[in-house]
T-cell receptor, first 119, second 112 residues
Framework: GAGVSQSPRYKVTKRGQDVALRCDPISGHVSLYWYRQALGQGPEFLTY????????KSGLPNDRFSAERPEGSISTLTIQRTEQRDSAMYRC?????????????????FGPGTRLTVL | KQEVTQIPAALSVPEGENLVLNCSFTDSAIYNLQWFRQDPGKGLTSLLL?????REQTSGRLNASLDKSSGRSTLYIAASQPGDSATYLC???????????FGAGTTVTVRA
């Protein structure tokens, strides 16, 4: 089946502009996550949705960052008044949390990411 | 806060050699541990998820072990191939089961 998709794959913008990054999770996955990855580092958590509810936004760096998932499927991460330090790879993941015999199962599947460059 | 460390940062081996990648984490109260592969220009591919109650998990040439009490996991890749060249990341959720903390990764080069 189709994996997690993200668009655009690359985004170049000028400082001060707003950008919107889109994530389309795997069908049936109720949980959706946004991460940000700097070069040479692992991804860092930004925010998490369960269905349409934003359960945790503790990783959003400041109030210029916001995310929504209004119908519990596609999600949009919006960055207002972009700054050069916002340049990074933005990754989306989805999962279907379930209880298995071995324990709580929550394998996250990642999309290809959006490479954001702020000039 | 969960801290994840991966050693070594880079590894270069001739084709056919076995690979050993190490991951350590500071908080042993984890639900599970995931190993990912990252290729340039592509997303993260989930390789293995090992539950906290398991000691190892196998998929093909890959074997991951987990020692929760000592905060360590090891990914073994048998009989490496040039196609195994990539960056390998390990990740663990913290006190919740969803906020993954990642290591910086081990970049592997397999020489033909």
């Amino acid at each position: 089946g189709a994996g997690v998709s993200q668009s655009p794959r690359y985004k170049v913008t000028k400082r001060g502009q707003d950008v919107a990054l889109r994530c389309d999770p795997i069908s049936g996955h109720v949980s959706l996550y946004w991460y940000r990855q700097a070069l040479g580092q692992g991804p860092e958590f930004l925010t998490y949705f369960n269905y349409e509810a934003q359960q945790d936004k503790s990783g959003l760096p400041n109030d210029r960052f916001s995310a929504e998932r209004p119908e519990g499927s596609i999600s949009t991460l919006t960055i207002q008044r972009t700054e050069q330090r916002d340049s990074a790879m933005y990754r989306c993941a989805s999962s279907f949390r379930r209880v298995a015999r071995q324990g709580y199962y929550n394998e996250q599947f990642f999309g290809p990411g959006t490479r954001l460059t702020v000039l | 806060k969960q801290e994840v460390t991966q050693i070594p940062a880079a590894l270069s081996v001739p084709e056919g050699e076995n690979l050993v990648l190490n991951c350590s984490f500071t908080d042993s109260a984890i639900y599970n541990l995931q190993w990912f592969r990252q290729d340039p220009g592509k997303g993260l591919t989930s390789l293995l998820l090992i539950q906290s109650s398991q000691r190892e998990q196998t998929s093909g040439r890959l074997n991951a072990s987990l020692d929760k009490s000592s905060g360590r996991s090891t990914l073994y890749i048998a009989a490496s191939q040039p196609g195994d060249s990539a960056t390998y990341l390990c990740a663990v959720p913290g006190s919740n089961d969803y906020k993954l903390s990642f290591g910086a990764g081990t970049t592997v080069t397999v020489r033909a």
